[in-house]
């Protein structure tokens, strides 16, 4: 049974063009994170919710925003992709921050 | 940057024999985990040490962790070709950030 689902798992989308990509649970974690990975590198944290609250990173791009409309959904908005933006982002939740997160498969997203 | 170092960062070994790596970081910690991703995949949790345990077993798996060299290693007994796979041990800081560092990562080759 899929715990953590992200849609869709493959986008393309154009230079500037926006593009949500969503994540959602099924284990009633209070905290959701939004990584993003580029080939052969680690998952850099872009941000996450500790319940509604939300933590942005320092080095995260004003061009990245996300919404947490309720416990189960998350979403990340590009609002104008560049080529470099072209990764795997990946949601993962947990029950307590700081402990085990679950990931989603990823959605990857190619800029044209 | 909390930011791990694994160590190798490739490693091919035949199936059957067994596969260690290596991680250190560099600030005190509360927990360190280990994660396995597949290509083109989410990462999933293998195992979670606290900094008052030195070593934790699951399955094939050993992780030892020294809080006094800020290491870890990660030990896969008699590998399988199904362990190839990328490993990235991740840190979770002791100053109560809720979020995880992820190291550089390890890739794993079983050759059959």
């Known amino acids: 049974d899929a715990m953590v689902i992200q849609n869709p798992r493959y986008q393309v989308t154009q230079f500037g063009k926006p593009v949500t990509l969503s994540c959602s649970q099924t284990l009633n974690h209070n905290v959701m994170y939004w990584y993003q990975q580029k080939s052969s590198q680690a998952p850099k944290l872009l941000f996450h919710y500790y319940d509604k609250d939300f933590n942005n990173e320092a080095d995260t791009p004003d061009n990245f925003q996300s919404r947490r409309p309720n416990t189960s959904f998350c979403f990340l908005d590009i609002r104008s992709p560049g080529l470099g933006d072209a990764a795997m982002y990946l949601c993962a939740t947990a029950l307590f921050a700081g402990e085990t997160q679950y990931f989603g498969p990823g959605t990857r997203l190619l800029v044209l | ?112």
Request: proline letters at 2%; a positive charge.
């Open chain 2, 1 to 112: 940057s909390q930011q791990g170092e694994e160590d190798p960062q490739a490693l091919s070994i035949q199936e059957g024999e067994n596969a260690t790596m290596n991680c250190s970081y560099k600030t005190s910690i509360n927990n360190l985990q280990w994660y396995r991703q597949n290509s083109g995949r989410g990462l999933v949790h293998l195992i979670l040490i606290r900094s008052n345990e030195r070593e934790k077993h699951s399955g094939r798996l050993r992780v030892t962790l020294d809080t006094s060299k800020k290491s870890s290693s990660l030990l896969i007994t008699a590998s399988r070709a199904a362990d190839t796979a990328s490993y990235f041990c991740a840190t979770e800081g002791n100053f109560g950030n809720e979020k995880l560092t992820f190291g550089t990562g390890t890739r794993l080759t079983i050759i059959p």
